[in-house]
């Protein structure tokens, strides 16, 4: 009596032919990591110089950056405006149009943003200083951000916080770093061109202009 033959749901090792098996032909085809692209057609390939290459923005961040980062600030760019910044993992900052100012109470802030630019990547920024208070002492903080916005445009600089004394420490590059590649929309003669632009890549999802925002409903603790 000859024994069935046992079933098993158990998939079988695919068999790897060998070097030896291969064909000839397939042997001799080798995949470039990237395969169908010719590389005479890359403009920019490995090693070469990725900052000091023209690109138009998609976004723009608002914030200082941070302590290791080289930037300088737009010569003449610069708006007032009035803004919340919510604060977290990543601070968000919300512009606020007039008739809803009054909702947002002591959180919605008078800022001065100034245009600037990252070494790495040239990525653009708006640099944030709350608006000093007329008739007040300015604060060590404040006197010192504008003396980064002053030296930044004028070259690169980093600018590391110093706890202690309230204020940033102003650094300057040991050697000649090349001069900043802003983006092309910067050179439209028409200002409100340039900044309706701007503020489209900075406040884009991040205005409020109703009562029922998100960010006013959190402020005056409703839950709907």
């Known amino acids: 009596m000859s024994k069935k033959k046992e079933i098993s749901n158990v998939e079988e090792t695919p068999v790897v032919p060998s070097e030896a098996n291969v064909p000839t032909e397939e042997k001799k085809k080798e995949i470039s990591p990237l395969d169908g692209i010719p590389y005479g057609d890359i403009d920019v390939g490995p090693g070469e110089d990725f900052e000091n290459v023209r690109r138009e923005p998609s976004y723009i961040k608002i914030g200082k950056p941070k302590g290791q980062q080289w930037f300088q600030v737009h010569p003449t760019i610069q ?5 919340v910044k919510r604060e977290g993992s990543s601070d968000e900052y ?30 653009l920024i708006l640099y944030p200083v709350p608006q000093h208070v007329e008739g007040k002492k300015p604060m060590p903080w404040y006197t010192s951000a504008l003396e980064c916005i002053d030296h930044a445009r004028k070259g690169w600089i980093r600018a590391e ?25 910067l050179n439209n003669s028409d200002e409100k061109a340039i900044k309706d632009k701007i503020y489209g890549l900075a406040f884009r999802g991040c205005v409020i202009n109703s009562e029922d925002h998100p960010v006013i409903k959190d402020l005056k603790g409703r839950i709907e």
């Open 94 to 123: 919300y512009v606020v149009t007039k008739p809803f100012i009054p909702l947002c109470g002591r959180q919605a802030i008078v800022y001065d943003l100034y245009l600037g630019i990252l070494k790495t990547g040239n990525g």
């Open 161 to 185: 916080w110093i706890r202690d004394s309230n204020s940033w420490d102003i650094l300057s590059p040991d050697e000649v770093f090349a001069p900043p590649i802003w983006p092309d929309f």
């Open 79 to 83: 708006y007032r405006i009035c803004m």
